[in-house]
């Protein structure tokens, strides 16, 4: 079946510009998640929904920073007036659901993005 | 807080042979999740192996085990008989049950096997 896909796979913007950063879960799974990854580094946590409803978004850095998922599936990333700062790999997880005691996150391919 | 740290940040390994990558974490939360994931040069994360923290055994997926030690909060992976194909990043993570399950992962350890 299809695993978590993401779009684009890569962006280059401009400072100053907003981005979009899309992902499709795997269908059926309800929890999803946001991470960034620099360069050298492990994933770090930006914010996460159970459905539609953003439960975490203790990780978003700033206010520039925001995600939806209107629909509890296709989640948006907004990064609005990108800083140079912002360029990372952008990765998003799915899983199941956030419950229980095994909660496999299954990783998208990931955005990387890059701010001139 | 929660934090994994991997003191390794780059292993070799010949071919065939076992390899040992360390992961040690710090919780004061009883209930918890340990995952290892496999970065390959492509980038993409690839889930290894999972271990709760009330699980009895040891995890075991293929030629991959973790060596959970509790009481020493630590959650080792064994890979045996190494591949070409395993030389990769390699993340330890953590996650808590009660809470948003978001992984905390490790700084990660560059495994490189050798023909």
């Known amino acids: 079946g299809a695993g978590v896909s993401q779009s684009p796979r890569y962006k280059v913007t401009k400072r100053g510009q907003d981005v979009a950063l899309r992902c499709d879960p795997i269908?059926?799974?309800?929890?999803l998640y946001w991470y960034r990854q620099a360069l050298g580094q492990g994933p770090e946590f930006l914010t996460y929904f159970n459905y539609e409803a953003q439960q975490d978004k203790s990780g978003l850095p700033n206010d520039r920073f925001s995600a939806e998922r209107p629909e509890g599936s296709i989640s948006t990333l907004t990064i609005q007036r990108t800083e140079q700062r912002d360029s990372a790999m952008y990765r998003c997880a799915s899983s199941l659901a956030a419950s229980g005691t095994r909660n496999e996150q299954f990783f998208g391919p990931g955005t990387r993005l890059t701010v001139l | 807080a929660q934090k994994i740290t991997q003191t390794q940040p780059g292993m070799f390994v010949q071919e065939k042979e076992a390899v040992t990558l360390d992961c040690t974490y710090d919780t004061s939360d009883p209930s918890y999740g340990l995952f290892w994931y496999k970065q390959p040069s492509s980038g993409e994360m690839i889930f290894l192996i999972y271990q709760g923290s009330y699980d009895q055994q040891n995890a075991t997926e293929g030629r991959y085990s973790l060596n959970f030690q509790k009481a020493r909060k630590s959650a080792n992976l064994v890979i045996s008989a190494s591949q070409l194909g395993d030389s990769a990043m390699y993340f330890c993570a953590m996650y808590h049950w009660a809470g948003s399950y978001q992984l905390t992962f490790g700084k990660g350890t560059k495994l490189s096997v050798i023909p």
């Open positions: 269908s059926g799974h309800v929890s």
